[in-house]
């Protein structure tokens, strides 16, 4: 039991899964900001110009109602959602890998390979219970 608790609490502070939720709440905070702003501006302005009042934006045949408003209404906030999140986060991003491949921008440096295995020595220590190692000696010639 304590091995999948383990498990479960390195999977959620994986750093990608944290930045996931973030991407989420931010995500649903940005989509009700864009309803707002449809539900007070479009939906209205589209009523008036579909002919005012309380029907603007709905057309009525036989008895049934097509709220055309409402529908070009969802459209305009989904080409706005989409315009925002690709001049915001996609074009930027792009730009930034294009210059890494370019050479112009570094990209994340990692650890060397005897940082390593520096770090593996000391993990496999620890789990034998020895104290840590000494720092690492330069290799014979």
């Known amino acids: 039991m304590v091995g999948v608790l383990k498990g479960f609490k390195d999977f959620v502070f994986r750093g990608n899964v944290v930045d996931l939720a973030v991407a989420v709440v931010i995500g649903s905070a940005f989509t009700a900001v864009v309803t ?66 370019r050479g112009e921008e570094p990209g994340p440096v990692g650890p060397t390979e005897l940082e390593l295995l520096v770090e593996i020595r000391d993990l496999l220590r620890a789990q034998q219970g020895l104290g840590p190692a000494g720092p690492p000696r330069p290799p014979a010639s």
Request: no cysteine; hydrophobic share 55%; aromatic share 12%.
């Open 36 to 101: 707002s702003f449809a539900d007070s501006f479009l939906r209205p302005l589209i009523g008036l110009l579909g002919g005012g009042g309380e029907l603007g934006g709905v057309l009525e045949v036989n008895s049934q109602r097509f709220t055309w408003g409402a529908f070009l209404s969802t459209v305009i906030t989904f080409l706005l959602t989409a315009a925002i999140v690709y001049f915001l986060v996609v074009l930027p991003i792009h730009r930034l890998l294009e210059r890494r491949v």
